[in-house]
């Protein structure tokens, strides 16, 4: 029986530039329920160009890694219903996009939420959920 | 008719339909205001320390946990009525505390700037009535403040627009994303790159003083065209704008003086932001970002976010507000180590490491009072259902009662 390289073999990374925005159903379900699961659907994915999917070998459901400095999560790409130009990818405005923001403020007290940069790849793990983000800051409650 | 306390646009011509003392349906209302006036699944409970309580015992443990903090900060309110905000303000005076809400890292420099009158501005019946060129810079209003296009922008006939969108109305959006609202300014969008609002405002500030701008001649040229010609214009400026010049907001403050015609318009999220900033102007000069001492000190380490980073504050007490979910996770690590003391109608990420949790009335369903429209008109909130809530204005009184 032969080797399985490709278990091996890492995912390739992209670098990628992500700005935020708001999306009125996401605003619905967290009026509704913010610890629902409509909540987590509509936040924990990220909008893509069919471009650049399609530079990046994604299609619409795969689960991406996307992680930075500041913090690392999964989500699910969406491919964009627009005729977007490529280059910029997009995450509504929730606690999930909030893991990637960097703290520099440059002592000004307004971090750069809209204008986010991370490596993105194919995972096969499951979407970080906002459980999972609730239990990192339990965490660093015990320390 | 009901005002809706889903957004800064407060719309007062909700109709709502109880029945037995709950809320059946609502009419007029976005999808955003509905659900708000419905209300939450997961109402909060009294906790102390994560465990279950009652009203009285934790706001005595809240009184205790303050009078120990050596440097308290009292955060949030946009949520909050007038009332409540004024409440908040005399505790952080008493406490001698620090203060601070969401507009510090939203649109509190704008509205500082637009309350220093350092902008033309006007109010959303002028826009109705008068306006025919409108630009939505970094603002995505079909999302976040739904009816604004078609209550008081875009589509609805005004005094001097009888033809509305069709002939008299001009929209315009510059964002980075094609966003819903772009996606109505159809052949008036202009796309820009992150951070690029700067570089396209300098564009235009030359396109309007007659050079060729260096950046895009062509577009620009045409939108400076448009401009020009405006009777009534307004830039209705989102948070997309605000974050990515806010290191050098004087340049807007040069691009409103080369258009005479034209005004500037906050769009505001959170229903009350603009009423906390106003509030906290009158009694201190200062939008946001205050510390008393014998006087109120301003200084942008009072923000929420400076405080936190530099570990400055030692309690915080959160009403109508998650900052478990709305700051960046690097920010919120000294919210594990501090207590929290969370006034809110719902359970919230913050409310789930919460010392104290202080459940309240929904204010503009359970509770009346006052709020102010992201135009800076005064509305007067109304109360849909009875409840056995506090308000959170009675709640920051017994708080102040109990120290
Ligand atoms: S636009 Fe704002 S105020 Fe009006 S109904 Fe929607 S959420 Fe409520």
Known sequence: MGIDVGKFLKNPEYEIKITTFRDIFQVEAQERDRFGKDYEKLSACIVMSKNDMEKMGLKPGDRVKVANNNGSIVVEVRESKRDEPGGVAFMVNSPWSNVLVSDDTGGKGLPDFKNITAKISLVKEEITSLESLMEYFRKLKQV | ?403
């Open chain 2, 1 to 403: 008719m009901s005002t809706c306390p889903g957004c800064a646009l407060l719309c007062d011509d909700i109709e709502v339909v109880v029945e037995s003392g709950r809320i059946k349906e609502t009419r007029n209302a976005c999808r955003r205001g509905a659900a708000r006036i419905k209300g939450c699944i997961n109402r909060l409970a009294p906790t102390i320390d994560q465990k279950p309580s009652d009203i009285e015992s934790a706001i005595k443990k809240a009184a205790g946990i303050l009078k120990d903090s050596k440097s308290p900060m009292l955060f949030g309110f946009s949520n909050s009525t007038c009332e409540a905000q004024v409440k908040g303000i005399q505790l952080a005076k008493k406490l001698g505390a620090m203060i601070d809400d969401t507009s510090s890292f939203c649109q509190g420099l704008l509205i500082e700037k637009i309350l220093q009158k350092k902008f033309r501005t006007c109010t959303l019946e002028d826009v109705r009535n008068k306006a025919d060129v409108l630009v939505y810079w970094g603002s995505d209003a079909q999302d976040s403040q739904p009816r604004h296009l078609s209550r008081f922008s875009y589509f609805p006939r005004g005094e001097s627009r009888q033809r509305g969108y069709e002939e008299d109305r001009i929209a315009i959006a510059i964002d980075v994303r094609e966003s819903n609202t772009a996606k109505i300014c159809k052949g008036h969008f202009y796309r820009i790159q992150p951070k690029g609002d700067r570089e396209f405002i300098l564009a235009l500030i030359d396109a309007l003083s007659g050079k060729v701008p260096a950046y895009e001649p062509k577009k620009i040229l045409e939108l400076a065209a448009i401009l020009k010609k405006a009777e009534f214009g307004v830039i209705f400026v989102g948070i997309g704008l605000t974050y990515s010049i806010k290191e050098d907001f004087d340049i807007l403050v040069s691009l409103a003086d080369k258009l005479p015609n034209f005004q500037i318009m906050p769009m505001v999220g959170h229903y009350n932001m603009r009423g906390f900033n106003e509030n906290l102007f009158k009694e201190t000069g200062f939008v946001n970002r205050v510390r008393f001492h014998d006087t109120a000190v301003h200084d942008d380490k009072y923000s929420i976010i400076e405080a936190l980073r530099e570990k400055s504050i030692d309690a915080l007490l959160v009403a109508g507000s998650d900052p478990l979910s709305s700051l960046t996770r690097s920010l919120i690590r000294h919210l594990a180590s501090i207590p929290v003391i969370c006034i809110d109608p719902c359970v919230t990420m913050t409310s789930k490491i919460a010392a104290v949790t202080i459940p309240c009335a929904v204010s503009g369903v359970e509770s009346g009072g006052t709020a102010v429209r992201m135009d800076g008109k005064k509305i007067g909130l109304s109360k849909i259902i009875e409840s056995d809530y506090l308000t959170d204005e009675e709640l920051l009184v017994r708080l102040m009662g109990a120290l």
